[in-house]
């Protein structure tokens, strides 16, 4: 097929052409991590106190996840520890767990975190990993 043929063909069925796609670029695994921790510390760091959400009261240590993952995570989810305070915890994809504290430099009860790891291996194994 010539030019003008392939033109007219576009001329008669009134074609109009588009700039190619160009392809998206794929950030590294880090680099996602890093915006997702971000992205759950500026979530926590506007959500009301922990006596407005109830889902868990002082003195008690509790995890729950969330129904939808955060976006780049695979599970995603809140952990209520004894002293009231509420930390965000996401699963990335590289299978490493993180935690965000409601503020910088937060230090969780020692008390509370076997429990935690207890409660957090009950999560997964019910989430299925």
Not at 7 to 25: G, H, N, S, T, W
Not at 40 to 52: F, N, S
Not at 103 to 115: A, I, L
């Amino acid at each position: 097929m010539t030019y003008m043929e392939a033109r007219m063909l576009v001329d008669d069925l009134k074609l109009l052409p588009q700039d190619p796609i160009e392809p998206e670029v794929v950030k590294p695994a880090e680099d996602i991590a890093e915006d997702i921790a971000e992205d759950i510390a500026a979530d926590v760091a506007g959500e009301p106190a922990l006596e407005e959400q109830a889902p868990g009261t002082p003195g008690q240590v509790s995890v729950t996840s969330d129904t939808l993952a955060r976006p780049g995570s695979v599970a995603s989810g809140k952990v209520n520890f004894s002293d009231g305070q509420q930390v965000a915890w996401f699963l990335d994809q590289m299978g490493q767990m993180r935690m965000v504290p409601p503020t910088p430099g937060y230090k969780p009860p020692q008390e509370d975190m076997e429990q935690v790891n207890q409660l957090m291996e009950r999560e997964f194994q019910r989430l299925g990993f």
